[in-house]
């Protein structure tokens, strides 16, 4: 089985050189878009609906009229929405079959890069054990390799989402003894050895210090928690019929060309 890492999600994801399609892929962004994700899902929320932009977002809140819109531009959420990217903040709310839309600058887009992944999943130090026992398990299923796509900072190499993937490396190879590990992978794994404490690894990351820059830095001891939960999301899309219930308001219609794509994360685990 092959194991491979994606150090950030500036990819073209129809590069012949990375085939998302011959991959289950898990998603990590700790700082904190996966964090935030693994922590509604185990709050108990029932669906993520993720938005590639501001703007789609906003059209999805007139779509799922009860869900709460959440994320963030710059670390902060943008006008018009109800929360923002805080696991701190998630983990103290009852999220009891409540549906979210979500935007964040870099975890988001990350999944948008996997549609045409055998399954994506949402990977985090808060879940790190649970997720890469379903990583396995789907690969093994799908007969494929297992694709780690680090988020990054504005299409850079972010620490934090290494560091994680590294120890998904270690978790991985723990579990299955015939990984064949691409040079990304082992990269990530040395580093993962070498660091020692994942509150100080994620520490060193530049998505740490924008989190202080916005009066966040708290964030950071939920994010650096190992095995939290037992939880994880898998992507899906709406068919196109469900998708097209949502707009059948003829005066909402006009905002979109034809009945738009819509892609959500669905909780796994307990």
């Excluded at 979210?100 to 399954?119: E, P």
């Excluded at 709406?238 to 994360?265: C, M, R, T």
């Amino acid at each position: 089985m092959l194991l491979d890492v994606i150090l950030n999600n500036n990819f073209n994801p129809k590069s012949k050189h990375i085939n998302t399609s011959e991959y289950v892929c898990g998603i990590i962004d700790v700082i904190r878009a996966t964090t935030t994700m693994s922590v509604m899902i185990a709050r108990g929320c029932k669906e993520i609906v993720i938005a590639e932009n501001k703007t789609r977002a906003l059209s999805y809140k007139k779509m799922f009229k009860d869900y709460l819109l959440c994320g963030e531009e710059g670390g902060l959420p943008p006008k018009g929405f109800d929360f923002g990217n805080s696991p701190l903040e998630y983990s103290k709310m009852d999220l009891e079959g409540r549906g979210i839309i979500l935007k964040t600058t870099n975890g988001t887009k990350s999944f948008f890069k996997t549609l045409k992944s055998k399954n994506s999943f949402v990977v985090a130090l808060v879940n790190i054990s649970f997720v890469c026992d379903i990583l396995v398990s789907e690969a093994e299923k799908n007969k494929c390799g297992i694709l780690l796509v680090c988020s990054g900072e504005k299409n850079k190499i972010a620490f934090d989402d290494a560091y994680a993937a590294g120890m998904a490396v270690k978790k991985i190879m723990e579990k299955r003894k015939d990984i064949e590990i691409t040079d990304g992978a082992n990269i990530v794994l040395n580093n993962a050895i070498f660091e020692k404490n994942p509150l100080e690894a994620l520490k060193k990351s530049t998505s740490y210090r924008s989190m202080i820059g916005v009066g966040l830095g708290a964030d950071i001891n939920i994010c650096s928690m190992l095995d939290l939960y037992k939880v994880t999301g898998k992507l899906y899309e709406y068919s196109e019929e469900d998708a097209g219930n949502l707009i059948s308001d003829k005066s909402f219609i006009k905002h979109f060309i034809k009945v738009p794509k819509i892609f959500a994360i669905k909780p796994i685990g307990y």
